[in-house]
């Protein structure tokens, strides 16, 4: 394990330079950091934040953000004040002065190559989240799609049951949501979540949720079948049995309820929005700007 005292000495130069404001921002001075890339003169580093203004304003950034005055005397020329008065630099006002000053001066080399590494390390750390976010979406999606074609097996099971009829087969399913959702049908679900009627409820769950779900429908499917059950009623109490099954052993992990668990976008929706961006991009790289629609 690294101590305190070897973890400030892996810093880099540039980060030693860090400070903290009272209100716990961070932010560096102007003055050191000029020190630190050997301008002989700190009017010589102001031209080069000058330069690090106008890049931040051609990148649509607020300057008073990044680049904030110490001084607040007014009395003097404002040249005069702006020589004299040190200046606070966010980070990104820090990268844009290194990024834009002369890189025949070796600390300033340096530091460009530091900020190089930095953007790559960011852009690793992004891709790897990227890829994170993309196996959950996948997941997901296999999951939705692996609960339509279990409710076919289900509702098999069911006519053999007895059940029919559309609204036989909706009073069957709620029983399930009933055991699984505390006593809520698939209507009072939709209500809590702010779900328009022809919604489906399944399309806005997440992956936990889908896989309870999935247990739910499986086991009850297996359990018809294996009970050879020829009654309605029995079916509807099976199938409430197995979702209060589910349900009980949610409760005994300590995880969210069913019912509490978070609303999300409808996935058909996203895959569509997903598809849509990965066209785009495609355009975008093969014509080098995005096509007119």
Same mark, same amino acid.
């Given at each position: 394990?690294?101590?305190?005292?070897?973890?400030? !000495?892996?810093?880099?130069?540039?980060? @030693?330079?860090?400070?903290?404001? !009272? @209100?716990?921002?961070?932010?560096? %001075?102007?003055?050191?950091?000029? @020190?630190?890339?050997?301008? &002989?003169?700190? %009017?010589?580093?102001?031209?080069?934040?000058?330069?690090?203004?106008?890049?931040?304003?051609?990148?649509?950034?607020?300057?008073?953000?990044?680049?904030?005055?110490?001084? *607040?005397? /007014?009395?003097?020329? =404002?040249?005069?004040?702006?020589?004299?008065?040190?200046?606070?630099?966010? $980070?990104?006002?820090?990268?844009?002065?290194?990024?834009?000053?002369?890189?025949?001066?070796?600390?300033?080399?340096?530091?460009?190559?530091?900020?190089?590494?930095?953007?790559?390390?960011?852009?690793?750390?992004?891709?790897?989240?990227?890829?994170?976010? /993309?196996?959950? @979406?996948?997941? +997901?999606?296999?999951? +939705?799609?692996?609960?339509? $074609?279990?409710?076919?097996?289900?509702?098999?099971?069911? $006519?053999? %049951?007895?059940?029919?009829? &559309?609204?036989?087969?909706?009073?069957?399913?709620?029983?399930?949501?009933?055991?699984?959702?505390?006593?809520?049908?698939?209507?009072?679900? +939709?209500?809590? +979540?702010?779900?328009?009627?022809?919604?489906?409820?399944? =399309?806005?769950? =997440?992956? *936990?949720?889908?896989?309870?779900?999935?247990?739910?429908?499986?086991?009850?499917?297996? /359990?018809?079948?294996? =009970?050879?059950?020829?009654?309605?009623?029995?079916?509807?109490?099976?199938?409430?049995?197995?979702?209060?099954?589910?349900?009980?052993?949610?409760?005994?992990?300590?995880?969210?309820? &069913?019912?509490?668990?978070?609303?999300?976008?409808?996935?058909?929706?996203?895959? !569509?929005?997903?598809?849509?961006?990965?066209? *785009?991009?495609?355009?975008?790289?093969?014509?080098? %700007?995005?096509?007119?629609?």
């Amino acid at each position: 394990m690294k101590t305190k005292k070897t973890q400030e !000495k892996n810093k880099s130069v540039f980060e @030693k330079l860090r400070k903290t404001d !009272k @209100k716990g921002c961070e932010y560096w %001075s102007a003055k050191e950091l000029a @020190k630190l890339l050997d301008y &002989p003169e700190y %009017s010589l580093f102001l031209k080069v934040i000058d330069k690090a203004k106008a890049a931040c304003i051609n990148a649509d950034q607020d300057t008073g953000i990044h680049f904030k005055d110490f001084s *607040t005397i /007014k009395s003097v020329g =404002d040249d005069l004040q702006r020589n004299n008065g040190d200046i606070k630099l966010s $980070r990104y006002g820090c990268y844009l002065a290194i990024q834009n000053g002369d890189p025949d001066l070796k600390p300033v080399a340096l530091g460009q190559a530091y900020f190089a590494r930095q953007t790559r390390l960011q852009e690793l750390t992004q891709l790897q989240q990227h890829k994170k976010i /993309k196996i959950v @979406k996948e997941r +997901r999606l296999f999951l +939705r799609e692996e609960l339509a $074609r279990r409710n076919l097996q289900l509702a098999g099971a069911a $006519r053999k %049951s007895g059940i029919t009829k &559309p609204s036989d087969f909706a009073f069957f399913q709620n029983h399930g949501y009933r055991g699984l959702y505390g006593g809520l049908d698939v209507k009072a679900i +939709r209500e809590i +979540r702010h779900l328009d009627s022809h919604e489906n409820i399944l =399309d806005h769950m =997440d992956t *936990t949720e889908l896989a309870a779900n999935l247990y739910r429908i499986t086991q009850t499917t297996e /359990k018809l079948r294996n =009970d050879n059950v020829k009654d309605i009623v029995d079916a509807n109490s099976i199938h409430f049995a197995v979702g209060l099954k589910a349900r009980k052993a949610i409760e005994d992990t300590g995880n969210a309820l &069913p019912e509490n668990m978070p609303v999300v976008e409808n996935i058909y929706l996203a895959e !569509k929005k997903d598809k849509e961006l990965k066209t *785009t991009k495609k355009t975008v790289k093969k014509n080098g %700007s995005v096509a007119e629609s």
